[in-house]
């Protein structure tokens, strides 16, 4: 049967705790180094200033500088408990030590201290410096393998020893597990199998994925066991791995255990690959029941090998941890899929997405241990092949339904990787998904201008045969990206007008069209509903009980329910509604009264974050470029449904300001357009043009009269008249051609010929 740590992602290696230790170090010490850094600076500002730095000189022992920095911090002499804390945290103390040394003294004074030192400005780095060392020294000798053996130990103490054994383990949590289910299984120590027994269950959640990943390897007595244990956590995120085993196995002992634990969870009304594709949805979601460490950098995967050791961990970083849990879940649902007729469309649908979301989230330079990419595997490790490669590969309806999954979730990077798929496998048919909805349709409204272009350019590509609703938004999309690609809109709500103007200044300053001063959102309504899309919101001085609610007003609206929010809200209730939407990318919180430059950063890296910054000009021009493409490629095949003439205007428009090879692009889609004002604009173009590109647009007039006649205004013909006579040999056969095009009488044809040049 396949590894538990094969169906998460194939080739990992599974991590000791010792390593995971080593991370913990790694983040600590940058937490104190970027707090000295910040303090330093403070104390750097000061002095600048000209405000007396106090003296260092007598440092002291550690001891000696935590007392002093405790003691000056509560007496409110903030400059002298800077530069004590400052001098602590630059010792580089190990968790360990930092721990060791707290507990020395008052814990208790300590924490309070801490906690009223973040309260200051100049001390906040200090003591969050400290706070982060303290906790998560006090978490990795938690987590020391030596100290869960020794805790497992005195379970069998007296009641003091074990109850605090008990405590500590149970702060272990999911790194416990190893030795506890180890000593579970030794059926030679009696004792201390029914001592963990209780700690297990007591663990919750944090045991389940552990034992469920061990389940499926045991030995049928084993199984028997943890299957009996399973049913005593109350957590129903173990029914798949329990549907799995009853389903699989041969022994009816163990098929019995199964039965009674999934009894006691209250049943389970779904096969064993449709709980894995629920419990993986509940992953992709990023529920906070299935998130074992909140706010940590590292999250744990599972796997059991006897041959390695029994139960193994893999630490790999929180922003990939979920889609990688719901990778390994639903590759064992398709496994069970494929042996009972066919694989599910939607698990491999949200197999594709949380593939595509693994490659959006991998934070830059992480190599993921469980999903090594060409180029970042370890040697003698072979990697994985792209998202891409997989999406493109299942086709153009699981493509649909991840799309259909990201415009739910208004996940714009989503949508479009997965509009990306669309473009390259859709056709006919295979446009409208799976028959239920449309969601390359729906796409066309999406609050992103990209998601919009790329859905687009996705439907052009196909070049559907049949009418459709909302085919008409297809060409007019297409055209704006010529000349409107690169425009940025941004809405301002702000009660007083001088924080509107400070606010537009910053965004004007940005690149962004601003909207005029809206008091409520309700007050722009019409120049939202105007605009071609909004891309980016700011709301200033909302109160932080009115956060929620202006947020969902504006998640509640089509045209914006994706676009990214920045918020400056009080500092009194700023912490709080941080938290709140801490985990949302589209959403970011800051504190009312920043300076223009912070404002500035603030809102580039939201709408960096959110979907992927503003169009500059050369992605813009891209745009542009893809656009005139398909307008000409629905020109050329005459599509009655992608009506290029729908075009006309925008690139009449077009052809006046641009220049070179995209002038010429257009005007070669207008000579495709039976339209009079169409042809009409390509010559007035050529009379305006002189050399080699009068001689080219005058061809493509031409080509245009070919198609559909003589369409020009008689001045024009008079025009064309006069340059066949009187222009140059190239301008002048090219205008005696555009002559015999339009089909014009004799009477206007044998003075070129009686003429004398």
């Given amino acids: 049967m396949t590894n538990r740590r094969d169906l998460i992602a194939g080739n990992s290696r599974p991590v000791r705790v010792a390593v995971l230790r080593r991370s913990w170090n790694a983040v600590a010490i940058a937490m104190v180094v970027l707090a000295a850094g910040t303090a330093a600076g403070h104390g750097a500002f000061a002095q600048a200033a000209g405000t007396p730095q106090p003296s260092t000189a007598k440092k002291g022992t550690d001891a000696e500088l935590l007392a002093d920095f405790i003691h000056y911090t509560r007496i409110a002499n903030y400059a002298i408990a800077e530069a004590k804390g400052r001098e602590l945290l630059s010792r580089n103390l190990s968790q360990e030590d930092f721990v ?137 995120t173990s029914l798949p791995f329990l549907s799995d085993v009853m389903e699989s196995t041969t022994s009816d002992a163990v098929r019995a255990a199964t039965v009674r634990a999934i009894d006691r969870l209250g049943g389970a009304d779904a096969g064993a690959s449709d709980l894995y594709r ?4 509940a992953y992709y979601d990023e529920k906070s029941e299935v998130t074992s460490f909140p706010g940590e950098e590292h999250q744990l995967l599972w796997s059991y090998d006897p041959a390695a050791g029994g139960l193994l961990m893999t630490a790999v970083r929180t922003p990939v ?101 669309v473009e390259q496998t859709a056709g006919g048919n295979a446009l409208w998904g799976n028959g239920t909805r449309m969601p390359l349709l729906e796409a066309i409204t999406y609050p ?76 722009l309504d019409a120049p939202i509903a105007e605009a071609a899309a909004v891309d980016l919101i700011v709301g200033v001085g909302i109160s932080g009980d009115r956060v929620p609610a202006f947020i969902d007003e504006i998640r509640g609206r089509n045209k914006t329910s994706a676009v990214p929010v920045l918020v400056l809200t009080n500092v009194e209730m700023l912490a709080g509604v941080r938290r709140r939407y801490e985990t949302d990318a589209t959403v970011m919180v800051r504190q009312v009264g920043l300076n223009e430059e912070t404002l500035s950063k603030a809102g580039t890296e939201l709408v960096q974050r959110a979907s992927g910054g503003p169009i500059d000009a050369a992605e813009a021009g891209a745009y542009a470029q893809r656009s005139l493409a398909a307008l000409r490629d629905l020109a050329v095949s005459q599509s009655t449904v992608l009506n290029a003439g729908d075009a006309a205007l925008p690139l009449m428009g ?25 042809q009409r604009a390509l010559m007035d173009a050529a009379i305006a043009a002189g050399g080699d590109e009068q001689v080219d647009l005058l061809g493509l007039v031409a080509d245009s ?19 066949a006579a009187q222009g140059q040999d190239a301008e002048a056969t090219a205008a005696a051609s555009l002559m015999g095009a339009l089909n ?12 004398k040049k």
């Fill in 654 to 678: 077009a052809l006046s300001d641009q220049t070179g090879s995209s002038r010429m692009k257009i005007a070669e889609i207008l000579s495709m357009i039976g339209q009079d004002r169409a």
């Fill in 278 to 281: 629920a419990l993986a949805t």
């Fill in 705 to 723: 009269a070919k198609r559909f006649g003589n369409l020009l205004e008689a001045r024009q013909v008079t025009r064309v008249v006069e340059l």
């Fill in 100 to 236: 060791t040394l707290i507990e020395a003294g008052d814990v208790a004074r300590f924490e309070e201290t801490t906690q009223r030192a973040m309260r200051v400005q100049q001390l906040e780095p200090i003591a969050a410096g400290m706070n982060k060392v303290y906790e998560l020294g006090v978490l990795s000798r938690a987590r020391s393998p030596e100290q869960i053996a020794k805790n497992i130990i005195d379970l069998t103490g007296n009641a003091r020893t074990r109850a605090l054994a008990r405590e500590r383990l149970l702060a272990a949590g999911e790194y416990a597990m190893p030795q506890l289910l180890e000593n579970l299984l030794n059926g030679n120590q009696p004792l201390l199998q029914n001592a963990v027994q209780p700690v297990i269950v007591a663990l919750g959640r944090q045991a389940v994925i552990p034992l469920g990943s061990a389940l499926m390897k045991l030995p049928p007595a084993q199984q028997e066991r943890v299957a009996d244990l399973i049913g005593l956590i109350q957590y129903r």
């Fill in 744 to 755: 014009l009488s004799n009477a206007e044809l044998v003075p070129l010929i009686l003429q």
């Fill in 448 to 523: 992103s201008r990209r998601v919009q272009y790329e859905a687009a350019l996705a439907l052009a590509a196909a070049q559907p045969q049949s009418p459709f609703i909302g085919s008409e938004r297809v060409v007019p999309t297409l055209a704006s990206t010529i000349r409107g690609a690169g425009v940025q809109v941004a809405a301002v709500v702000a009660a007083e007008a001088e924080s509107y103007q400070g606010v537009r200044r910053v965004l004007t300053n940005l690149g962004y069209t601003v909207l005029p001063q809206g008091r409520t959102l309700s007050d």
């Fill in 321 to 421: 941890f979920h889609e990688a849990m719901a990778m390994g879940l639903l590759e064992r649902g398709m496994q069970l899929e494929i042996g009972t007729g066919g694989v599910n469309p939607e698990t491999l649908a949200l197999w594709v997405a949380s593939n595509f979301s693994r490659e959006i989230d991998t934070p830059e330079g992480y190599v993921n241990p469980v999903y090594p990419v060409a180029g970042a595997a370890e040697p003698g490790v072979e990697p994985r092949r792209g998202a891409m490669y997989y999406a493109v590969a299942s086709g153009a309806d699981i493509a649909q339904r991840v799309l259909a999954r990201a415009l739910d979730n208004r996940d714009t990077p989503l949508a479009r990787l997965a509009l990306s798929s």
